[in-house]
């Protein structure tokens, strides 16, 4: 297909853990309308959701709207705009390039349970200094369209999680073992 070897390896890693999404979500509609055989079952997209909340109940009938989620489908962040009865998306970044992802990382690095102790690090970050703020802005950056990406090969790894294809699993590097200690 022309594509460069060394980016073929990534694509079809993002295409199986697409899949694999795709796949797991209409099963999950399948067996849900199995259940309820008299009811339509209509997804709707997690961030959608977070934002649908958020706005909706506000009591503003226009605002910024910004979700940020270890990630939904493939969103991890999203900016937007609600005007009325209606919510558009102006910005989004995908995974995994995560601002939650990287919660988990360093709850993981800190010792708390990985996908579940964020909450306790968020919490503790108001406590905090800013002295490693610079080694954090070496991770990522934020585009001029608002759209957040981590710095290839900067500070975390990814594997491919065993047993599913496509998934991958990202964790800390020896680097920010060194730097943070």
């Given at each position: 297909?022309?594509?460069?070897?060394?980016?073929?390896?990534?694509?079809?890693?993002?295409?199986?853990?697409?899949?694999?999404?795709?796949?797991?979500?209409?099963?999950?509609?399948?067996?849900?309308?199995?259940?309820?055989?008299?009811?339509?079952?209509?997804?709707?997209?997690?961030?959608?959701?977070?934002?649908?909340?958020?706005?909706?109940?506000?009591?503003?009938?226009?605002?910024?709207?910004?979700?940020?989620?270890?990630?939904?489908?493939?969103?991890?962040?999203?900016?937007?705009?609600?005007?009325?009865?209606?919510?558009?998306?102006?910005?989004?970044?995908?995974?995994?390039?995560?601002?939650?992802?990287?919660?988990?990382?360093?709850?993981?690095?800190?010792?708390?349970?990985?996908?579940?102790?964020?909450?306790?690090?968020?919490?503790?970050?108001?406590?905090?200094?800013?002295?490693?703020?610079?080694?954090?802005?070496?991770?990522?950056?934020?585009?001029?369209?608002?759209?957040?990406?981590?710095?290839?090969?900067?500070?975390?790894?990814?594997d491919e999680v065993?047993?599913?294809?496509?998934?991958?699993?990202?964790?800390?590097?020896?680097?920010?073992?060194?730097?943070?200690?």
């Amino acid at each position: 297909l022309g594509i460069h070897k060394d980016v073929s390896k990534d694509l079809l890693r993002y295409i199986q853990w697409s899949l694999n999404r795709y796949l797991y979500t209409q099963q999950t509609i399948t067996n849900v309308s199995a259940m309820f055989p008299e009811c339509q079952v209509i997804p709707v997209a997690h961030h959608a959701c977070h934002a649908a909340s958020a706005f909706f109940c506000s009591g503003y009938s226009e605002s910024a709207i910004m979700t940020i989620d270890g990630y939904g489908e493939y969103d991890t962040v999203t900016l937007g705009i609600g005007r009325g009865n209606d919510i558009s998306v102006i910005s989004k970044s995908c995974w995994p390039n995560s601002i939650g992802l990287l919660y988990s990382i360093v709850t993981q690095y800190l010792g708390f349970d990985w996908f579940g102790d964020e909450y306790k690090v968020m919490g503790m970050a108001a406590y905090g200094e800013r002295k490693y703020l610079p080694l954090f802005r070496q991770l990522g950056q934020v585009t001029e369209d608002g759209v957040f990406e981590f710095l290839p090969g900067h500070l975390m790894a990814s594997d491919e999680v065993p047993g599913a294809p496509g998934e991958q699993w990202y964790t800390f590097t020896p680097l920010l073992e060194q730097l943070l200690g």
